[in-house]
């Protein structure tokens, strides 16, 4: 009997760790951020990201979304140190209405400022700037 109840307690033991385990990793899916930022058309044939200004942690998802006639992609073309976008640097042209990229701000991603444009549309005035940082307490 007693190795019967120390079996039923030692199962009961492992499903609460378990259970306590799930609902952590389930947390820190849940930690990061979607922030938007819309790809518009304004007057005078100009364009622009809005917002241009955006603050972003790491483990945040900043997706662009496409809400304009034309073309746009996102360059970021000046990197703090120590940031490594590889492919991200210069992403895809979006050019269906609604169509989004997706930017996961992972370990490519140094703390400081990346001032993006989106290469046709720089000169009228489609430029923005991404600013990662440690979490706000
Ligand atoms: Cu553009």
């Known amino acids: ?25 389930d947390a820190s899916a849940q930690a990061g951020h979607l922030i938007l930022v819309k790809m518009v058309d304004k007057p005078n044939a100009q364009f622009a990201f809005e917002p241009a ?26 990197l703090p140190k120590g940031a490594k976008l590889g492919d991200a640097a210069i992403g895809p042209y979006i050019i269906e ?23 046709p549309h720089q000169s009228v005035g489609m430029r923005g700037t991404l600013t990662v940082g440690p979490p706000t307490k």
């Open 1 to 25: 009997m007693n190795s019967i109840r120390g079996k039923f307690e030692k199962f009961v033991f492992i499903m609460a760790a378990l259970f306590l385990l799930l609902s952590a990793s």
């Open 53 to 78: 200004a955006i603050v972003a942690q790491h483990g945040d998802t900043v997706r662009f979304v496409q809400a304009s006639s034309a073309p746009h992609n996102v360059h970021f073309d000046k």
């Open 97 to 119: 209405a609604g169509k989004t990229y997706d930017l996961i701000i992972d370990s490519r991603f140094a703390d400081g400022a990346y001032p993006f444009v989106c290469d």
